[in-house]
Structures are given as C-alpha cells and as structure tokens.
C-alpha cells in the first residue's frame, strides 16, 4: 500500500509506537497515509483502539518476519 | 530522607496487590490499557474501584486522569507490561498528586503471580498450603508431611513451588493433575522431571499424551511422608471424562474443576457437554454425597473475588456447600441439564493449545505460554 511517510517505531515498547506515531501524523496532512512499523505486539489492539477514539482510519494491518505494519490514513 | 522522595515514582509489586486484595483493603485502580483488553480482563478486589482511561486518550492532557481518580485515595495505575503506567504515573506525579503507584511486571505479571496461604493441619503434624493465582483464579497444593510433599494441580511457574519445597526442607515426591488442564498451563510434568517426582495424571484424560506418566486411577492409593498421608484418587467425571478428585488424610477433599465454592464445573470441551452432563449430575448428586460433610473442599479455581475468605484462602466444608452452592441444589434433572449445557460461558482463551500443550503435542516458548494464558478463567458453569 501507497504511504506519504514511513515511522520505524521497531524495538519500542508501549506506550512509545503510539507516542511516535501520533507526533508524526499530527505533522500530516488531513488525508494523508502514514505507515508504522512496530515490533510490540500489544500495538495491535492499541492501535485500533487508539484510531477509534481519534476517528483516523486504520486502512490495513498485517504482520511480516515479526513485523508489524500499520497504515493510517490521517482524519 | 530526601524531600524528593514523594514526587518519585512508587511502584507496587504483585505480592503487595494481593496483600491488598486478600486483607480487602481500599485501592483505586486507574487501567490505561486498551477497552478491549480490559473488557476481557481485570484486577478484581472486594474494596477496589477500577475505571479504564487507555493510555493513548491520555496524550493531549493527563486532565482525564486527574479528574476521575480520588486525590485521597491510592491510586495504582495498570497496564499490560508496565511501560505505559508508569508513564501515565509519572505524569500524574508531574501533576501535583503524589499517591500513585504503578503496578510492577504489569498485567502481564499479575496473571502469573502466586501466593502460598496454609490451609490446615494433617493428622501427623504436616500441613496443606494452597497457591492462590489471584489473577487467573488458579489454586494449586501443596501437600507436607515428614520431609515429602505432593503437588497438586501445579500451574506452570514452577520455581514457585521449587523453592516453597527447599524452605520447607521437603522433597517433592509426586505432582498430580486432577484433570487435563484446558485453561492454563500445567507445571506437573516439568516440575517433576525437575525434581525427580512422579507425574499422575487420570488416564482416561490422558488418551492423547506424548509422554509417560502415572496413571492417577481409584484403587490406587498414594502415601507421603514416613507416617504415611493416604491421598486416595475418587473418579468424579463430568468437566473432563477422567476427572479425578482426591480425598487426602480423610480431611481433604480436592475436587479440581467438578465443584467449586459457590458455582460447579462446567464439562469442557465443545460438543461435550451433551455427553458428560450426566457424569457431572452423577457425581456430585449421587458420589458427593456419600462423603462426610465434614471434609474441607479445597478446587482448582475460584470463580469470583468473594470467594476468597479468610486471608485469601479458598475453602468450605462439603457439608456447607450443600446447603449454599446453588449448583448442588438444582432438584430437577432437566433444569441441570439446562443450566450446564445451555449458557456456557465462553472458552477459556486459546483453549485448544493449552490442551495441546498439557499433552505434550506442542512445546510453545515461555512468552507464547504466557500469551496463551492472559486473560480471564472461564471453567465454571455461574461465570459470565
């Protein structure tokens, strides 16, 4: 999938994948597709929580060699 | 002391949470993981209020926090792991509030912790301690007498009994399961293999095992210490087909997963229940009640945080349970098999690999184990 920037949050623990992630796309443009890399499991449900309450767009999230991708497009 | 001292961050360990919960004193829990997992899953405790701001809504401001939680309270803020309570915390400190603590290892060491409560005495001056899993429900035993013991339904962090055994200056002789464990991890095999003890396990539930093990069948008395303590195997089938209670130093009556203090057993495994709902009704409407009323109960769960008693312990005597366990007092057939084959409660998280795990078919690593037991205990008929 297309993104407009790549955050590498590998190796962070919570609550840091999150922290990083929302300084990054607050510097987005509303539309705009950010891309996370994350290695903390927890991620997973932290983010679709977190895109919830914050009414960005989780678009796609897959898992690959112990990587975890996100891409959220930016409400 | 320094003057700094209050704005630093405190932690609390598991041990410290219990003590709280089993003296059912006040604390004020602030869970910053996400809705769903704390839906699934929580700390519970008699005089504990818990409220749920997932960390990641507390970005923009820790005000949220601030204002849901009571200043004159102690406040223990909980996450999965630890990282994002004590950031939360730390910014409650930042804040002016100084009574917060974060909980150490997080939910994630919580599931795993167990506390050692002494039960009761044996006839020949030993004694039985039971290890309460304050955050799973687990309970397993420990049986004492004369320099040997028996463990009973261990769960899979072993050293904890290891090294109860050497304060104890024991030997572990025997480790035994009542049944297959489908809700979490049995440390019986490892912890024999470590110590040289013998693993029993019903054969009847073991059909499916890799490995060799003892068959715990009736008839088949076993004995600890030099003035022996007969522990004497009941078949009582009806959460598992094999399912094997233990009636120690006609005082004790282990009854794994077939009866707990306030709820019963429910059969476990999907599509059973049609199957085994006669086992269970048989057993505890027509086995149980030719025991004496006066053997104390000790199961493998509790179900809920008010079954806790007296300095945490679990237990009630048989005959009370009679008269106060809705789950003996169900007179009609029909509605017992109503109530435990309709409305079961959902499985046990990751269920079918625990099993597979408790027979030996696959070897998970120590985080997948501890993946595959987070969350809440879900093997009694009562639980929602």
Request: charged residues 25%; glycine residues 8%.
């Amino acid at each position: 999938m297309k993104s407009d920037k790549i955050l590498d949050a590998k190796g962070f623990a919570c609550p840091m994948p999150i922290v990083k992630t929302k300084k990054t796309i607050d510097e987005l443009q509303s539309g705009q597709i950010l891309e996370v890399h994350a290695t903390d499991q927890g991620a997973k449900n932290d983010f679709v929580g977190w895109t919830n309450t914050t009414g960005h767009k989780l678009l796609e999230c897959k898992e690959e060699d112990g990587v975890i991708k996100f891409w959220i497009q930016k409400r | 002391m320094k003057e700094e001292r209050s704005t630093q961050l405190k932690e609390m360990t598991p041990h410290e949470l219990t003590e709280i919960i089993f003296h059912k004193e006040e604390l004020f829990i602030l869970d910053v993981r996400n809705q769903s997992e704390f839906q699934d899953w929580r700390i519970e405790g008699e005089n504990i209020d818990i409220i749920n701001i997932p960390y990641f809504d507390l970005l923009d401001g820790i005000e949220p926090a601030l204002h849901k939680t009571p200043e004159e309270k102690k406040v223990l803020v909980v996450c999965a792991k630890e990282g994002s309570s004590k950031f939360v915390a730390k910014q409650m400190l930042e804040a002016g509030r100084n009574n917060v603590y974060y909980l150490q290892g997080g939910m994630r060491a919580w599931s795993e912790h167990l506390e050692p409560i002494k039960v009761g005495d044996l006839s020949d001056g030993g004694s039985v301690y039971q290890f309460v899993r304050p955050g799973k429900g687990c309970l397993s035993y420990m049986i004492i007498s004369n320099g040997e013991a028996a463990v009973i339904d261990a769960v899979r962090t072993i050293e904890v009994f290891e090294q109860f055994a050497k304060e104890n200056n024991v030997q572990i002789k025997y480790t035994i399961d009542t049944h297959l464990h489908a809700d979490h991890i049995s440390g019986g095999r490892r912890l024999a293999e470590k110590t040289g003890a013998s693993y029993w396990l019903p054969p009847k539930d073991a059909t499916e095992v890799t490995f060799r093990y003892h068959p715990l069948v009736e008839g088949e008395n076993l004995t600890v210490g030099n003035i022996p303590i007969i522990i004497q195997p009941v078949h009582s089938p009806g959460h598992t087909i094999g399912s094997t209670s233990l009636i120690v130093d006609q005082r004790y009556l282990f009854t794994g997963d077939i009866l707990f203090l306030k709820s019963i057993g429910r059969p476990d495994l999907a599509g059973k229940a049609e199957e085994w709902v006669n086992d269970l009704r048989q057993t505890l409407y027509t086995l149980f009640p030719t025991f004496s009323d006066d053997l104390v109960v000790l199961p493998a769960h509790f179900g809920r945080i008010s079954e806790l008693g007296e300095g945490g312990k679990v237990s009630a005597r048989l005959g009370e349970l009679f008269k106060t366990n809705p789950g003996l007092n169900i007179r009609e057939e029909v509605e017992f098999r109503k109530l435990v084959t309709g409305n079961l409660p959902p499985q046990p998280n990751s269920y079918l690999e625990i099993r597979q795990t408790n027979m030996g078919k696959i070897t998970p690593s120590k985080d997948e184990e501890r993946e595959m037991e987070i969350g809440p205990n879900r093997c009694a008929v009562h639980d929602q």
